[in-house]
């Protein structure tokens, strides 16, 4: 730094400060590749290389890493771009415009082509890529993962459930990569894969059956969308069709002909997968109804672009988007492909609280709910008729009575949270800083400016024009997101999938792929993996397979020793990360581990008891529906667990369950006491430690230690472990040695190794 700073640097070139390597055009931000001083550090030229040979320590693996990064994430120089103006991307200036640093974004640009050789497979193209990657850093992978944390981690995976002690001997026998993607392939085939995905989704659409605010209120049969989600990642349902149903499934069956009474099937699921739309928070008392209305659309606006674009579009409803270039009017226009959905609440008039719109469909064929509605207005009408009639004024109280009950009475069909087409759809304006009393032009349906024709160098079919279908507007958004040139939903959903197996994403903001978000690691392997998705047919199941069976999934989690390694934060996917499972997990666990576990795999959510004490804090108001199950029906998995925003069971709250309010595109776990509180204290953990001793009280000390770790740890205790276990049962004291062991298992519960995954 010496040579190039001060009064006098070295061929005019002072690094100092930001003023020094613009004015010399050494550093282009974002792009360490392109830039001259990562080149120079990395001495990939000699005539170039920094410091010259022979004049000054060259810089360590890890330094050049360190740069690389900096550089990849803006070269921000904290002393000009501190507390002052932000550490992040540049404003956009104030006249919205498309400028080439705008279609130039990496986000934007079509799918690479990776090239191939001969007899590779796609898991080899994996490897090669990361190999690549680290080696230009000097850096070596970890060594394969043994059997057993290989079969553990793959299970908990994909499962979100521990293997057996079998599982895992089985395959330390013959650890042969053909044994490994039978593994793979069983585990796909198993409904436990989509009750283990079908959660993944949840969280980033934040699914929950109430509706928050004070009253928390219940989405009626929230849960048929839960289950559409579950069955949809089962049956490898296309991700286009995946997506397409949620956007819409009451157009798309109009336009494919399907009828219920010939099509039952996929028509229902096509209604339930418009739930989509029906999940947000919903105030049933707001100071204005025309405004939660605009934030409940801003609300689904949000999520669309989270979870299926891995966008910030709703950034832009107050004003145009500081950073990325999608302007107000985009918003407004793109908003406009949802006018036609019913509101989920009624239009409020004067005080108090308002009703719920039409946010159910019956499952039933129309003819049917026709028939029973004539049939219930005929009987209406006949005691309305009797009533007139009748001067007994008992008589006229009881009929007053059956008359109420008919209007209140609901067909005998079953019903999903859906939504309705309004009778003519909502007329959308720019509105001025986002306020609804303020409305400007009327927009029509369209999608962003950038992605009209001619602005990039690729464009998708739907966007060849600001227009799109009037008859379908949702349909049209859906086909414009699914489309194959549409390079952001094949990366967004990539992205995830990755970041669940490897515990970070190749870009690590899994919602946010705009300029306030960071670069992909690989982008080269990303587009790959995007490319085989559509390749596929947008086969998910095809996807796991490609990445489950490469060396790179299969690395081991262990640390570096070398502080100085040149990947120290595992950017480049080196190794596994040690991860912490997630809430869900560690219940189903623990109910598996005794044996309780139902084979529940669809229907109404079960309502799980909670402690007193959590029930006194809560708002009474919302407890009007807290009514739980029969015992029998709670140790369900997890996912069947009744989701209220306002009141979750402590265990899993405890352990970072997901925020239910809002997208959320990656959990953020913690590591805190209350966790190993609960799993001592908890009543439930208590049971279920004690169902499990039980399950071993005829063995002898040995075996039955033996048994205990190999449930729980899919392995056999230590010599240190077993001198452990009959120490404790050693201990004097009043305790009862079977409580001990109910100890003993409390402990195996709360022990690290059944909380993290290798």
Not at 176 to 186: A, L, R, T, Y
Not at 219 to 230: C, E, L, M
Not at 677 to 702: F, G, P, Y
């Amino acid at each position: 730094m010496s040579c190039h700073s001060g009064g006098d640097p070295e061929g005019n070139l002072s690094l100092a400060s930001r003023t020094g390597w613009d004015s010399a055009g050494v550093i282009q931000p974002g792009a360490p590749n392109e830039s001259l001083l990562y080149r120079a550090i990395r001495r990939d030229n000699e005539e170039i290389a920094m410091p010259p040979t022979g004049k000054g320590k060259q810089l360590s693996p890890r330094q050049i890493a360190d740069i690389e990064r900096w550089i990849r994430d803006g070269a921000f120089d904290p002393r000009q771009d501190g507390p002052a103006t932000g550490v992040g991307p540049k404003k956009r200036n104030r006249i919205f415009e498309i400028t080439d640093d705008d279609k130039n974004h990496w986000a934007f640009q079509p799918l690479a082509r990776v090239p191939t050789r001969a007899g590779e497979t796609d898991s080899e193209i994996i490897d090669r890529l990361v190999m690549q990657k680290l080696g230009s850093l000097g850096a070596t992978p970890n060594a394969l993962a043994s059997p057993r944390e290989l079969v553990r981690r793959i299970y908990l995976d994909l499962w979100g459930l521990p293997p057996s002690y079998d599982d895992v001997v089985r395959f330390a026998n013959d650890p042969s990569d053909h044994n490994w993607g039978q593994i793979v392939d069983k585990l796909l085939d198993s409904p436990h894969y989509g009750e283990r995905w079908g959660r993944h989704w949840l969280d980033w659409v934040r699914y929950a059956e109430t509706n928050g605010y004070e009253r928390d209120g219940p989405k009626p049969n929230a849960w048929r969308y839960r289950d559409y989600v579950i069955g949809a990642l089962n049956e490898d349902k296309p991700y286009g069709r995946f997506l397409t149903e949620q956007l819409a499934g009451d157009e798309l069956i109009e336009l494919e002909g399907l009828s219920l009474e010939n099509h039952f099937d996929r028509w229902r699921d096509a209604i339930a997968a418009t739930g989509f739309y029906r999940l947000h928070v919903w105030d049933d008392e707001p100071d204005s109804s025309e405004a939660a209305e605009m934030d409940d659309l801003d609300d689904i606006m949000v999520t669309i672009g989270a979870s299926m674009l891995s966008l910030t579009i709703g950034c832009a409803r107050c004003h145009d988007h500081k950073y990325d270039p999608i302007s107000q009017r985009d918003y407004y226009s793109f908003l406009a492909h949802l006018s036609d959905i019913d509101p989920y609440g009624q239009l409020k008039k004067g005080g108090g609280g308002r009703g719920t719109g039409r946010i159910e469909r019956w499952l039933a064929p129309e003819s049917q709910i026709q028939t029973w509605e004539q049939d219930r207005a005929a009987r209406r009408s006949d005691l309305e008729q009797e009533l007139a009639q009748s001067t007994d004024e008992k008589k006229q109280k009881e009929l007053r009575e059956s008359i109420k009950a008919c209007n209140n009475e609901k067909p005998p069909f079953e019903a999903a949270l859906a939504i309705h087409k309004r009778k003519q759809p909502k007329t959308i304006h720019v509105l001025f800083r986002g306020d609804w009393k303020e409305p400007r032009d009327t927009v029509s349906p369209a999608f962003p400016i950038l992605f009209q024709k001619n602005l990039l160098s690729h464009t998708t079919t739907a966007a060849t024009d600001r227009s799109t279908s009037e008859d379908r507007p949702r349909l049209a958004l859906a086909r414009w997101i699914i489309d194959s040139q549409n390079p952001l939903t094949y990366r967004s959903i990539v992205n995830r999938v990755w970041q669940q197996h490897f515990g970070q994403g190749i870009v690590a903001s899994p919602d946010d792929f705009g300029a306030t978000g960071t670069q992909p690691s690989h982008s080269e392997l990303l587009d790959f993996l995007a490319s085989r998705l559509i390749a596929s047919g947008g086969s998910l199941k095809e996807l796991h397979r490609i990445i489950l069976n490469s060396d790179t999934y299969r690395r081991s989690s262990q640390m570096p020793t070398d502080p100085s390694h040149p990947d120290l934060e595992n950017r480049l996917f080196g190794r596994q990360i040690l991860r912490r499972v997630d809430a869900e997990v560690i219940r189903d666990s623990i109910l598996w581990y005794t044996r309780s576990l139902t084979d529940k795999k669809d229907g109404p959510s079960v309502t799980p008891n909670i402690s007193k004490e959590v029930l006194d804090a809560a708002n009474p108001a919302t407890l009007a529906a807290w009514k739980p199950s029969a015992p029998e029906d709670q140790n369900c998995r997890s996912v069947f667990l009744l989701v209220k925003r306002s009141l979750k069971l402590p265990l899993l709250e405890a352990f970072d369950f997901a925020n239910s309010h809002s997208p959320t595109m990656k959990r953020l776990p913690t590591i805190t006491a209350p966790q190993s509180l609960v799993l001592l204290n908890d009543l439930w953990i208590r049971e279920q430690a004690k169902k499990l001793i039980v399950d071993t009280n005829s063995l002898e000390t040995t075996d039955r230690t033996r048994k205990l770790w190999r449930t729980v740890f899919q392995r056999d205790p230590t010599s240190d472990e077993s001198e452990w276990v009959n120490s404790f049962l050693r201990e004097t004291g009043p305790t009862h040695e079977q409580d001990r062991w109910i100890s003993i298992a409390r402990a195996l519960f709360n022990s690290n190794e059944a909380l993290f995954v290798d």
